[in-house]
């Protein structure tokens, strides 16, 4: 069976994510890295994709999060790798807010 592209998952309430800061959530069996950033939401995977750290240990400037183990860095908007020692980009999830709430595209 495939996945629904058009499944949207409910991850958070926007009301719970601080402003220019990541969350660290698991929305369905996934470790998911959520940002809020300048009035934009942000999802990708929550794991470094050079050193498996979790990215929501990290620090959040703009739209860069620096891994908290050897500080590479990636746009939260896009997933790529911008800082070395990472070249591997990050998975990213579509986002949009209905209703307060965050929701998820994990198959997207």
């Keep these: 069976m495939s996945a629904n592209p058009d499944a949207w998952t409910d991850a958070a ?3 719970e994510l601080a402003d220019d ?3 660290g959530l698991e ?3 996934r470790d ?3 940002y809020k950033v300048e009035g934009g939401v942000f999802a990708t995977d929550n794991t470094c994709t050079h050193g498996q750290a979790r990215l929501c240990d990290g ?3 703009g739209h860069e ?3 908290p183990l050897h500080q590479g860095k990636f746009d939260v908007r896009d997933g790529r ?3 070395a020692p990472v070249t591997e980009a990050l998975r990213c999830y579509p986002v949009r807010v209905e209703g ?3 929701l998820l595209n994990l198959a997207g």
Excluded: M
């Design 13 to 15: 309430s926007l009301d």
């Design 21 to 23: 800061d990541v969350t």
């Design 27 to 29: 929305v369905a069996g």
């Design 32 to 34: 998911i890295a959520i």
């Design 59 to 61: 620090f959040l400037e």
């Design 65 to 67: 999060i620096e891994c």
């Design 81 to 83: 790798a911008t800082c």
């Design 100 to 102: 307060g709430r965050v």
